[in-house]
């Protein structure tokens, strides 16, 4: 016997029946990874009806719940902008800075990951914790990009040893492979040391010693071609040698040669 309009209808309204498009909506879970448990019955993208999953896993094995996208969306990752930087981990020596974010969207049903929550660069604090000035002496000298001199807090002195920083160029004669190794944004700058080149570091306050009236590691006093020793701040692995080649009252390197004692 025919099959007339009315049992089309029928069928219809049959698959259109609770728990005929069961799917994520109705499982109410969305699952990380594969997960055989976060299972389903319902329609699924090859138009096909029955079991259906609702885990991250199903896009690839293709048998996700048709609702999957829209009970299930992806979600990445958010976070907050940067702390401010903290102060040096430890007075009085080369150590660390440290600045944090936090998250604030977890990732969810196969969004993009947390980016790195804490960073760290190299820093020297000049005064201990009661306030009086670090007396020791930092060998090899220390430096780092000319451009944070723009940013660090110059130190207030007194007028009658006030004396403005100076400038002394160097001739590089070796450098160790990881000033080319670093990934960090705060490292960059180390790719613009190299053997050979003549460099500008200057010194200024902080780094000019009260009583001294120099930089530790700017060589005043050594003899002439004698090897002095560096280090790159923020990346331990980024050192070398240069020799003194004379001290000026400005610096006249091109600014991607130009750097600061610390």
């Not at 807090?153 to 001739?171: D, I, L, M, P, T």
């Not at 613009?192 to 780094?207: D, F, I, K, N, R």
């Not at 280090?231 to 001290?247: D, L, S």
Request: charged content about 20%; some cysteine.
């Amino acid at each position: 016997m025919a099959r007339g309009p009315g049992w089309l209808a029928a069928a219809a309204l049959l698959l259109l029946a609770p728990g005929s498009q069961a799917g994520c909506a109705e499982l109410g879970r969305c699952c990380r990874g594969r997960d055989l448990a976060c299972v389903s019955s319902g329609w699924r993208p090859d138009r096909s009806h029955g079991a259906c999953y609702c885990d991250q896993a199903c896009s690839r094995t293709m048998d996700c719940c048709r609702d999957y996208p829209q009970a299930c969306p992806e979600v990445s990752c958010a976070v907050s902008e940067w702390s401010d930087w903290s102060a040096c981990a430890e007075p009085c020596q080369t150590t660390y800075r440290v600045r944090r974010r936090h998250v604030v969207q977890e990732p969810r049903n196969g969004g993009e990951a947390c980016p790195p929550l804490e960073e760290k660069a190299g820093c020297v604090e000049y005064w201990n914790q009661e306030g009086a000035e670090c007396k020791q002496s930092l060998i090899p000298a220390l430096i780092t990009t000319g451009g944070y001199g723009n940013a660090r807090k110059k130190r207030a002195v007194s007028s009658e040893n006030e004396r403005s920083g100076y400038c002394v160029e160097f001739q590089i004669t070796a450098i160790t492979e990881g000033c080319v190794q670093g990934s960090s944004s705060y490292t960059q700058w180390m790719r613009y040391l190299s053997e050979g080149h003549t460099v500008c570091v200057e010194c200024q306050y902080p780094a000019l010693d009260s009583r001294s009236l120099h930089c530790y590691g700017d060589g005043s006093g050594s003899e002439k071609n004698q090897l002095l020793h560096w280090q790159a701040m923020g990346n331990p692995q980024c050192r070398g040698t240069w020799r003194r080649v004379r001290q000026l009252h400005t610096c006249s390197c091109p600014s991607v040669h130009s750097f600061l004692f610390i």
